[in-house]
């Protein structure tokens, strides 16, 4: 019985193949100062299918706007990848799109969190300020009684969000605090 080996959907010797193909391309282009050329369709179908199938990780599978994540990883893999992934330093362009792709799901997952917690903090203060009513059952105004903001769910993601934020301010400020260390040092050994 003979050992097949997997069949991978992106094969990257004829991804890497075709990247450096496109590259002397676009280097040609450029040294004569023509339009770029589009990336060819199967770089297009390679980056398509990295970022499909990452979607799928169990990382990002349960979240509603996974389709934005894909298209955020595609539109990364095209702007930055295509052009600047090195033939000669590496020849796994899988892997390197895929970190591309992997990053850009993390960026719109922190987008999307901002997000829900500026909405959810908006509603809050208008509940706060008494300017948040729901409908009652005759058409009529209603009351702030009925809105329920207080859910273990939103209670955790905002304690969470609010966590997150303190420590990259707290980090920041002590990147700051450091940087100004070494002004003052600066300043002190010059005199």
């Known amino acids: 019985m ?3 080996t997997p069949k991978h959907y992106v094969n990257n010797a004829d991804f ?3 990247i450096a193909e496109y590259q002397a391309i ?3 282009a450029k040294e004569e100062n023509k339009p770029l050329p589009i990336i060819p369709q199967y770089i297009g179908e390679c980056i398509i299918q990295i970022s499909n199938r990452l979607s799928f990780n169990p990382n990002f599978v349960n979240y509603t706007y996974r389709d934005e994540m894909i298209s955020d990883g595609i539109e990364n893999a095209i702007a930055y990848g295509v052009s600047n992934f090195n033939t000669e330093k590496s020849k796994n362009p899988f892997a390197y799109f895929t970190q591309i792709v992997y990053f850009a799901f993390v960026r719109r997952i ?3 969190k901002k997000i829900l917690y500026a909405k959810h903090k908006a509603i809050e203060n208008s509940v706060i300020m008494g300017e948040a009513y729901t409908n009652s ?3 009529g105004a209603g ?3 009925y809105i329920k903001l207080d859910n273990d769910y939103m209670s955790d993601f905002v304690e969470k969000y609010e966590a997150t934020l303190a420590k990259k301010k707290a980090k920041a400020a002590a990147k700051k605090g450091l940087e100004t260390l070494a002004i003052t040092q600066k ?3 010059s005199k």
């Open 2 to 4: 003979s050992k097949k």
């Open 110 to 112: 922190n987008k999307e």
């Open 26 to 28: 676009l280097k040609k």
């Open 137 to 139: 059952e005759h058409g």
């Open 16 to 18: 890497l193949k075709a």
């Open 143 to 145: 009351s702030t009684d």
């Open 187 to 189: 300043e002190k050994s």
